[in-house]
């Protein structure tokens, strides 16, 4: 989809503490000032997810344009104005959302799924919970919420090994 078309939308996304969905996070911050963001983030041992955000996805040089462009103050006001943050993980049946991040993610126009288990060391069981049935525990709550967004799913792929050139 195209800038304007996003425009006025309310986009979920789920992977946003991860290098491509912060990257995704700034530019429609940027590119698209008409549209909203609903945050799923897992929730961390120590900390809220809304502090959870703050930290690993804001406060991060991926920012820094827009911070340098608004101001530290505004950008925040804006962080505030438009975007929620709920609990939840992909990794869980039904994600984990409680009744209002039930309604937020029932509210959304399109959901971007990139949440993913990188590390080639991690548990088999821990990559295909997030991995392998994330997609489908994503589909599967909004069609029990009884909403059809747009849904992307990002998938991770790794391709060529240790070999260079052609």
């Known amino acids: 989809m195209i800038p304007e078309a996003l425009d006025g939308r309310r986009i979920a996304i789920t992977g946003g503490t991860g290098f491509l969905g912060t990257a995704l996070i700034e530019r429609l911050l940027r590119s698209v000032p008409g549209c909203e963001l609903v945050l799923l983030v897992r929730p961390g041992k120590r900390s809220s997810v809304t502090q959870r955000a703050r930290r690993e996805i804001f406060r991060t040089d991926a920012f820094g344009r827009l911070r340098r462009e608004l101001g530290t103050a505004a950008f925040d006001e804006m962080v505030d104005r438009r975007v929620a943050v709920i609990a939840g993980d992909v990794g869980t049946d039904g994600l984990g959302v409680d009744d209002e991040g039930r309604a937020a993610l029932a509210g959304c126009d399109v959901v971007v799924h990139s949440a993913a288990t ?49």
């Not at 919970?129 to 059809?148: C, K, M, Q, W, Y």
């Not at 799913?153 to 052609?166: L, Q």
């Open 118 to 166: 990188v590390a080639f060391d991690s548990p088999l069981d821990a990559a295909v919970e997030v991995n392998l049935l994330g997609p489908s525990r994503i589909a599967l709550t909004l069609h029990d919420l009884g909403v059809r967004p747009h849904l992307v799913s990002v998938s991770t792929c790794y391709v060529a090994g240790n070999r260079r050139g052609a």
